[in-house]
Nanobody, 126 residues
Framework: QLQACGGGLVQAGGSLRLSCAAS????????FGWFRQAPGKEREGVSY????????TYADSVKGRFTISSDNAKNTVYLQMNSLKPEDTAVYYC?????????????????????WGQGTLVTVSS
């Protein structure tokens, strides 16, 4: 089970930190992803992290602004979002899948992820 939180309303240029708390499994060898879905658009991958080695990847649109991290002791994954832009407005979801199911390639479309959090809304005003 995944529980995402941390969304809210922020002005452009501001920051938010999203959290994704996992329960029911240990952080052995999983890939977590943060996805987002804006109104009328498809869900897209934003950032991914491997819990086993800490490797991270980012979509080009958020590189240099967003940072994904994990605290394996707390079974929690974070997404620190800085320099937010109006186009970052979306519902953000965390998702998880055993890393081997991605072929140990740290990216993936939403259909490749098994479990999803409930989503948290991020609104960036201009």
């Amino acid at each position: 089970q995944l529980q995402a939180c941390g969304g809210g309303l922020v002005q452009a240029g501001g920051s938010l930190r999203l959290s994704c708390a996992a329960s029911g499994f240990t952080f052995d060898d999983y890939a977590f992803g943060w996805f987002r879905q804006a109104p009328g658009k498809e869900r897209e991958g934003v950032s991914y992290i491997s819990t086993s080695d800490g490797i991270t990847t980012y979509a080009d649109s958020v590189k240099g602004r967003f940072t994904i991290s994990s605290d394996n002791a707390k079974n929690t994954v974070y997404l620190q979002m800085n320099s937010l832009k109006p186009e970052d407005t979306a519902v953000y979801y965390c998702a998880v899948v055993p890393y081997y199911r991605l072929g140990y390639i740290l990216t993936g479309t939403p259909d490749k992820f098994d479990y999803w959090g409930q989503g948290t809304l991020v609104t960036v005003s201009s």
